[in-house]
């Protein structure tokens, strides 16, 4: 089945702990993008990724670190310099960035 | 920055009435999209807006996109329960070559059976 693919499905970090959640694609889709969902709130874009090797900073990217070393994959770290870090956190891919962006199943984040 | 207005923020229907919600903006869209999202789940693309005046219907879904281009309506026609769910609205502006996404803030639908 062609998709987007998040792991895991929930997440439990400690204070002062990085993590890192991962999101898959194998729909042959350039561009790649992580959203951070609060309760009540719209989606807010943390980082992007327009082709592979390449990502830039969204509207909240603070605490937050991305890798784009391959096409498929799109991970996101939380670091510890997130201080807010416990949200739903959507990754979303297009085929390119400026084509219909389609959401992965999330992965809920929360601090223990 | 630009900001939706999506409303209503929240709707009781019965079974079988028809739904209708918004999203405006003092921004200019080049298109429109509406989504629906699941408790726990990632949203789901119900509707792409390309055209200013543009009116597309997916089922019993219909949605335009605003002739000023700053606003869109979805219509669901004839609900049943498992339209219940959240709804957003994102409007796509071009910036630094790609295609970024304003969201609004969803209208949560519950729908009695």
């Known amino acids: 089945d062609g998709g987007i693919t998040q792991s895991p499905k929930y997440l439990f970090r400690k204070e002062g702990q990085n993590v890192t959640l991962s999101c898959e694609q194998n729909?042959?889709?350039?561009?790649m993008y992580w959203y951070r969902q609060d309760p009540g709130q719209g989606l807010r874009l943390i980082y992007y990724s327009q082709i592979v090797n390449d990502f830039q900073k969204g509207d909240i990217a603070e605490g937050y670190s991305v890798s784009r070393e391959k096409k498929e994959s799109f991970p996101l770290t939380v670091t510890s310099a997130q201080k807010n870090p416990t949200a739903f956190y959507l990754c979303?891919?297009?085929?390119?960035?400026?084509?219909?962006?389609?959401f992965g199943p999330g992965t809920r984040l929360l601090v223990l | 920055g630009q900001q939706l207005n999506q409303s209503p923020q929240s709707m009781f229907i019965q079974e079988g009435e028809d739904v209708s919600m918004n999203c405006t903006s003092s921004s200019i869209f080049n298109t429109w999209l509406w989504y629906k999202q699941d408790p726990g789940e990632g949203p789901v693309l119900l509707i792409a807006l390309y055209k200013a005046g543009e009116l597309t219907s997916n089922g019993r879904l219909t949605a335009q996109f605003g002739i000023t281009r700053k606003d869109s309506f979805l219509n669901i026609s004839a609900s049943i329960p498992s339209d219940v769910g959240i709804y957003f609205c994102?409007?796509?502006?071009?910036?630094?070559?790609?295609?970024?996404?304003?969201f609004g803030k969803g209208t949560k639908l519950t729908v009695n059976p």
């Open positions: 994102a409007g796509g502006i071009t910036q630094g070559g790609s295609e970024k996404l304003v």
């Open positions: 729909l042959n889709h350039d561009a």
């Open positions: 979303a891919s297009s085929v390119t960035s400026r084509e219909t962006q389609y």
